[in-house]
C-alpha cells in the first residue's frame, strides 16, 4: 500500500513538475528575430569556449543550435526547447527540440546545444524527415572535451557532431539521444 502511494506521489510530482516546464516554456517561445539572436550568440559562446566548434562550423552544410533546451525530472522527466537551422550565417528554418525519459533521475537543468550537419545527406535528411530522431538517420557524435582535443578537420568522419554548452542547474542524468527534433513554423 506504501509503495503504491509513493508510485503516485512521483507521479504527480513529476506531471506536475514537467506541466511547469513546458508552460514555461510554451509561454516564453521565442519570435523568429529572437531566435536568431540568441542562436547567434549562442554559437560565439561555444565557439569562445571550445576552438574545435569553430573549426568544425567552417566545414559544416548547416548548423542547428538549440541556444536553451530546459529539462526536468523526477523519475519521469522532459526537456524542450526550440532553435534555429544555420546555413553560413543566414537561418533558413526553425526547430524544436524534445524528448522524454525515466528512469533514475532528479532535477532540472537548461543548456543548449549545437549540432554542426557535415553533408548534404544529414541537410537533406533534415529536410525530408518527419522530425529526426537523434540516435535514427545519420550518425551523430557526442562531442566533449576530450574529444574535441582530438578533432580537426581531417579526421572528421561522421555525419554530425553535437556539442553540448552552457549547462546551469542539476540533473543527475544526461543525453540528447533520444531527442526528436521538428520542423515549426515561425
Known sequence: MRAVRFRTLVLIITAALCAGMFSTAASAAAT???????????????????????????????????????????VFGGAYGEGVLLKGSEPVAYYNSVSASWGLQAGAQTFGYAVFLMNDEAMSYLDR?????????????????????????????????AFIFDQQGLMASFSIEGTKISRIKR
Do not use: C, H, M
Open 32 to 74: 523568429a528575430e529572437e531566435l536568431d539572436r540568441e542562436a547567434q550568440e549562442a554559437l560565439q559562446s561555444l565557439y569562445k569556449g571550445n576552438p574545435a566548434a569553430r573549426s568544425i562550423a567552417k566545414v559544416a552544410e548547416g548548423v542547428l543550435v538549440f541556444p536553451r533546451i530546459v529539462k526536468a525530472g523526477l
Open 129 to 161: 524527415s518527419d522530425g529526426w530522431e537523434i540516435g535514427v538517420g545519420p550518425t551523430v557524435a557526442l562531442v566533449n572535451e576530450g574529444v574535441a582535443r582530438n578533432l580537426s578537420t581531417s579526421t572528421l568522419k561522421d555525419d554530425a557532431y
